[in-house]
């Protein structure tokens, strides 16, 4: 399968580089977790990470997502990045069809997850916002 790198646009102030001021502005202030150290990465049905801060891409996914790179010489990398930000491997087609029969039925699971993250914290209402424009034009049936 080819490498689409996960990362595609300019890294969102919540990403870490910045601080999390705007979610304190305008939200509740985040959720703080005990941390664990964890030497097996648990992975849901779809073969992403379970636990830590989610996001709508994996509690709703169209892909499986990997941080890292198996610089696999017979995948296709057209991005010289990609053996340091990973791969994201689309869902097949028939998992999609079942998971959401219509692309609304997609754009409406992805917004009840960005509403239930920014009331609890974890994403600001542009980010939340531009992940659902994102949902909305998304090959996702």
């Known amino acids: 399968m080819p490498c689409i790198p996960s990362v595609t646009g ?11 001021v705007p ?5 509740p202030w985040p ?3 005990d941390y664990v150290v964890q030497e097996t990465v648990v992975r849901d049905q ?5 636990g830590g801060v989610r996001s709508s891409y ?3 996914p169209y892909a499986s997502y990997s941080a890292l790179s198996v610089n696999d010489p017979a995948a296709n990398q057209p991005e010289a990045n990609c053996s340091l930000i990973g791969y994201q491997f689309r869902l097949p087609e028939a998992t999609l069809r079942r998971l959401y029969p219509t692309h609304a039925a997609y754009v ?3 917004a009840e997850d960005l509403a239930r ?3 609890q914290g974890w994403v600001t209402r542009d ?5 659902l424009l994102e949902a909305v034009g998304a090959d996702v049936p």
């Open 117 to 119: 993250l920014w009331a």
């Open 58 to 60: 994996v509690d709703v």
């Open 108 to 110: 409406y699971k992805v």
């Open 10 to 20: 300019p890294v969102p102030e919540t990403a870490g580089s910045k601080p999390f």
């Open 31 to 33: 959720v703080t977790r």
């Open 23 to 27: 979610t304190a502005l305008e939200g």
């Open 46 to 50: 779809f073969g992403n990470a379970v």
């Open 127 to 131: 980010d939340a916002g531009g992940q």
